[in-house]
């Protein structure tokens, strides 16, 4: 049908930066992060559903997820771009589920 997109900003609170900062010095993985990024993947998902769902298709095929790290100041933030092609398919009717 059409290439569907969403674009999800977060911003990485100074308590995130920290933590971020002392697995980074440190090693080991940080949970603060990686919820994060769950987080803004979930949220992008969320919304190229309903970009897909308002051109009327039942799925949405092909996503790529592009994640960038948007600083400077001593502030950042995380951003997040979801794309994918809207479809219809026959006989699918609970995409939206």
């Not at 010095?25 to 987080?39: E, I, K, N, W, Y």
């Amino acid at each position: 049908m059409d290439i569907v997109t969403a674009e999800v900003v977060i911003g990485m609170h100074l308590f995130k930066d920290i933590a971020g900062a002392f697995r980074d010095a440190f090693g080991g993985r940080s949970q603060t992060m990686q919820h994060g990024l769950r987080d803004a993947r979930k949220a992008a998902l969320k919304e190229l559903r309903l970009e897909a769902l308002a051109l009327g298709a039942d799925a949405v095929v092909g996503v790529d997820l592009d994640y960038s790290e948007i600083s400077g100041g001593g502030k950042s933030m995380l951003f997040l771009v979801a794309s994918g092609t809207a479809v219809t398919l026959s006989g699918s009717s609970d995409f939206g589920s």
